[in-house]
């Protein structure tokens, strides 16, 4: 059975750091893709950033320069470091692994980054 779990979040004043660890375990197959979204809440959940299994990243315009996406694919795991923390970063951030047999997305709980002063 394929689980994905996240963890790494809490509470940061703004202009701070946290980094969110994600493991993905019981994929037989290859990862293809690791990602982070977020959902704020009244809002919809958008992709943050990802990365492919051959490192290439990809971030949405907002945290471009502050967030790094990094991976371990020998352990099937992805990283989020995430500096230069604003309010409006704040959401529940979930981890999408999407392996490559038919490209089938698994979904982790969600930890919570709050960030307030």
């Known amino acids: 059975q394929v689980q994905v779990a996240e963890s790494g979040g809490g509470l940061v004043q703004p202009g701070g750091s946290l980094r969110l660890s994600c493991a993905a375990s019981?994929?037989?197959?290859?990862?293809?893709?690791m990602g982070w979204y977020r959902q704020a809440p009244g809002k919809e959940r958008e992709l943050v950033a990802s990365?492919?299994?051959?490192?290439?990243?990809n971030y949405t315009d907002s945290v471009k320069g502050r967030f790094t996406i990094s991976r371990d694919n020998a352990k099937n795991m992805a990283y989020l470091q995430m500096n230069s923390l604003k309010p409006e970063d704040t959401a529940v951030y979930y981890c999408?692994?999407?392996?490559?047999?038919?490209?089938?997305?698994?979904w982790g709980q969600g930890t919570q980054v709050t960030v307030s002063s």
């Open positions: 999408n692994a999407q392996v490559y047999y038919k490209y089938t997305d698994y």
């Open positions: 019981g994929i037989i197959l290859g990862i293809y893709r």
């Open positions: 990365i492919t299994d051959g490192g290439i990243p």
